[in-house]
């Protein structure tokens, strides 16, 4: 059974030299690299309809839909973020106990 992965996004400016972020998605990178298979990362422009979807307006990281970071994130915060979202995960696949 293949496991449902947490999704990163990494918006960034549509045009933007990759120089201008390419330390954002180092500093993704090195926090995602822990979680290997459980997470899926992907770049989007702050013009996208997934960025309106989330009022995105600027650089910023949105796990899974519902933590949004800012540019200037923290390596912790996004490390627990991931955590969280990977716990609720595992949380819902669990089987309820019911006694009969």
Same mark, same amino acid.
């Given at each position: ?6 999704? #990163?996004e #990494? ?6 030299c990759?120089c201008?972020f390419a330390?954002?998605?180092?500093k #993704?990178?090195?926090v995602?690299?822990k979680f290997?298979?459980?997470?899926e990362i992907?770049?989007k422009s702050t013009?996208?309809?997934?960025a309106s979807k989330?009022?995105?307006q600027?650089t910023?990281i949105? #796990? ?8 200037d994130?923290?390596?912790k ?6 955590s ?5 995960e595992?949380?819902a696949?669990?089987?309820q106990n019911s006694?009969?």
């Amino acid at each position: 059974m293949k496991r449902n992965t947490i999704k #990163v996004e #990494v918006f960034v400016p549509l045009g933007s030299c990759v120089c201008n972020f390419a330390p954002l998605m180092e500093k #993704v990178g090195q926090v995602t690299s822990k979680f290997k298979d459980l997470v899926e990362i992907q770049t989007k422009s702050t013009k996208s309809s997934e960025a309106s979807k989330y009022g995105v307006q600027n650089t910023c990281i949105v #796990v899974d839909g519902k933590i949004t970071l800012p540019l200037d994130f923290d390596e912790k915060e996004l490390e627990n973020a991931i955590s969280k979202r990977i716990q609720k995960e595992r949380e819902a696949e669990r089987p309820q106990n019911s006694e009969d």
